[in-house]
């Protein structure tokens, strides 16, 4: 910082807004809250440099602030009133805290004078968040926000980014001090050390079956093609885990396919059998290993490459032979230098995985007049291969993530903590900041009512994300694990909906109803030359429940065992 002896007085509230420009804020979300009215005074002051988008509830805003935090790499910032207003975020930052986003919660706060005395809606924030945050932390004097705020983007960008929750109390944001701004923050990077690197290299070329299993957060464009030229060097098939497939090109010869939940059993086979495993920027949890068991553990049966920003993963629960702390713009860029490694039937390898996952995105027919895999190719042909496709949680999401082939780096935008409710606000988000790029939101009917109520903020804000929700008539995954477990006992699945179509156009937006495949393109153009946010409700026979099973089939297996 610089010194302070010359700076003007500044209240709370413009020293916030000050930092977030001095950080670079460009977007920030909100609900209007009482609590943090100085720091909406000031935003106005400078409503030219920084667009605040106000939402229709907090769950919406802290999720449109977690997706701009995973398409930029930036923290992406969240305004909400204390209490109720905190509550109601607090799923986007627990998303963002799963899926390693930076993201900033910024929380008005009762005043100093009145803490500790359980005043209106007064809360501990750092009890709250600590569990589901990197910093928690409360800013109790004006003159110290330049310093907390410059932490918080720090902690929010380094190692295994996440979210920083900041409590800024009523009276510190009206009072006054004067002090100078930080500096911009910084991103650090961790390089591979050369002796790591010179023994990856050595065990590359004594693997047979070498595969690379890829995920997380740090990435950018750069990145993404520096991992395209290793793995097309070196020869090695390329895996993405859960809802990271748009790290690398789905296109591209390499690629296997998406390793998490559903995971195509020949890939999941293929990582078993593999005689090294070079792990890039995921963090091996439960739904990359399939419960801990794709990969035996601790000590792995294959040669386990262990590489991650941040150094306390490693070693967590697998052991592996090489663990590397380092970011993923270093990492790549090492990787790609490293000198091509010759192998028997290298090549081989990579056609056969590819070839099992072309094969697994094969045609598949389910009951009823809508044929959702005929709607993702029709998607596939006449969208731009830059489409942003985001969605919350459901079976309806394995449509678009066995189906449809991500093309470059965040074109996919979904929540590994399995949120639902996500897909609708990271659109808008996508949208809000990339208005020129085709963004398409799916959602199932019991997700979309989660956050529908953000189509308002899409209207006000002239954000044309196109959203199609996927209805059954019912919470269509806890019903498929209802009927696995307790079969025809049927209780508290189903659901009674509206009209979606109907619903979209009394906010003002486009609505489409689709009960047929042949209905579905003409209501996509349609709603992509609508000139406004459009909705397509595809309403699909209940029984078609996944691309592989009914839900009579599952009952039926279920009552036999």
Known sequence: MTSSSSQPQRTGGQLIVDQLLTHGAELAFCVPGESYLPVLDALYTVRDRIKLISCRHENGAANMAEAYGKLTGKPGIC??????????ASIGVHTAFQDSTPMILLIGQVGTDFMEREAFQEIDYRRMFGPMSKWVAQIDRTDRIPEFIARAYQVATSGRMGPVVLALPEDVLSGTAAVADARPWQRIESAPAPEALSLLSQMLGEAQR???????????????????????????????????????????????????????????????????????????????????????????????????????????????????????????????????????????????????????????EIPGKVQMWDVIQHMDRVLPPDVIVTNGAGNY???????????????????????????????????????????????GDGCFLMTGQELATAVQYQLNVIIIVVNNNMYGTIRMHQEREYPA????TSLVNPDFAAFATAFGAHGELVESTEQFGPALERALKAGKPALIEVRIDPEAITPNATLQSIRNAAQKS
Not at 239 to 258: I, K, T, V, W
Request: charged letters at 20%; glycine letters at 10%; one cysteine or more.
């Open 79 to 88: 305004l909400v009133t204390r209490g109720p207003g905190a509550t109601n």
């Open 210 to 364: 070498p595969f690379l299993l890829v995920g997380g957060s740090g990435w950018d464009e750069a990145t993404c093609n520096q991992l395209q030229r290793f793995a097309g060097t070196q020869h090695i098939p390329v895996g993405c885990e859960f809802r990271s497939q748009d790290l690398f090109d789905n296109a591209h010869p390499n690629y296997a396919g998406d390793i998490g939940i559903g995971i195509n059993p020949k890939l999941a086979e293929r990582v078993k059998a593999s005689d090294l495993l070079i792990v890039l920027g995921a963090r091996l949890g439960e739904i990359t290993t399939s419960g801990y068991g794709l990969i035996a553990g601790p000590v792995p049966a294959q040669r386990l490459v262990h590489i991650y920003p941040e150094a306390d993963e490693l070693g967590r629960f697998y052991h592996a032979e090489l663990m590397i702390n380092a970011t993923m713009p270093a990492m790549t860029r090492a990787l790609a230098a490293l000198p091509k490694v010759t192998r028997e039937e290298s090549n081989a390898q990579v056609v056969a995985a590819n070839a099992e996952y072309r094969a697994w995105q094969g045609r598949k």
């Open 489 to 492: 006992r049927v209780y508290g």
């Open 397 to 443: 999401t394995t449509w678009a993530h066995r189906f449809h082939r991500y093309r470059g780096f965040r074109t996919q935008l979904a929540p590994t903590s399995g949120a639902m409710g996500y897909g609708v606000p990271a659109g808008i988000a996508a949208k809000a900041l990339y208005p020129t790029r085709t963004v398409v939101s799916f959602a």
